[in-house]
């Protein structure tokens, strides 16, 4: 399976600032998804990256509030931009393996906004 | 999107089967449904899926309802290293391809 490594794997930043996260995988994968983890709580998906397209957005997530990039098979970045308190949480980068539908994921990226 | 709905926690004892439960009542036909764990901070990993048909591999076992709105992920013999939040997903691959949690069962392994 696909090895990811996530960048920062944790940060604390000051409320109204934006935080870049980076996602690298060792393969070339077509599926790349971001997910957000509040404490305490299950995942949710933020939205679904692939390359050469747009990102498609969940209901409660907007591209203004979190832009992705996916320049490509290898690589992605999720912003959380103009950051509160509420956005304290864990992000985290997964990519589905070609035909055994399997998710693997990176080890998150743990965000504190104060 | 179908959702699934697990119990918050359960407890077992160490080398005794473990039954996870979890329904979809709203699960289509071409959802498959999967099985990952989550060890304190760490990103969850994968432990089993299937879509129609019961399945088996050396982590568990997947019991599928024949009507698939349940499953029941089977631990065999639970160890100490067990303990996790387990979470039922929905892989939904028409329309959208996407990947959705539920909200996790802490599973406790009792010594």
């Known amino acids: 399976s696909a090895v990811i490594s996530q960048k920062p794997s944790r940060d604390i930043c000051q409320r109204g600032t934006s935080l870049t996260i980076q996602c690298q995988v060792d393969?070339?994968?077509?599926?790349m998804f971001w997910y957000r983890q509040q404490p305490g709580q299950s995942l949710t998906l933020i939205a679904t990256a692939n390359q050469g397209s747009e990102a498609t957005y969940e209901s409660g997530f907007v591209i203004d509030k979190f832009p992705i990039s996916r320049p490509n098979l290898t690589f992605s970045t999720l912003t959380v931009s103009n950051m509160s308190p509420e956005d304290s949480s864990i992000y985290l980068c997964?990519?589905?393996?070609?035909?055994?539908?399997?998710?693997?994921f990176g080890a998150g990226s743990r965000l504190t906004v104060l | 999107d179908a959702k699934t709905t697990q119990p918050n926690s359960m407890e077992s004892n160490e080398e005794e089967p473990v039954h996870l439960p979890c329904n979809h009542s709203?699960?289509?036909?071409?959802?498959?449904i999967h099985w990952y764990r989550q060890l304190p901070s760490q990103g969850p990993e994968y432990v089993i899926h299937?879509?129609?048909s019961n399945v088996n591999n050396r982590m568990a076992s997947l019991a599928i309802a024949e009507d698939r709105k349940s499953s029941t992920l089977i631990l065999h013999r639970a160890t100490l290293r067990d303990a996790a939040v387990y979470y039922c997903?929905?892989?939904?691959?028409?329309?959208?391809?996407?990947?959705?949690f539920g909200t996790g069962t802490r599973l406790k392994v009792l010594a």
């Open positions: 299937g879509l129609t």
């Open positions: 709203t699960i289509s036909g071409t959802d498959y």
């Open positions: 997903i929905l892989h939904h691959t028409s329309g959208t391809y996407k990947y959705i």
């Open positions: 997964s990519v589905a393996g070609v035909g055994a539908n399997v998710l693997t």
């Open positions: 393969s070339q994968v077509t599926m």
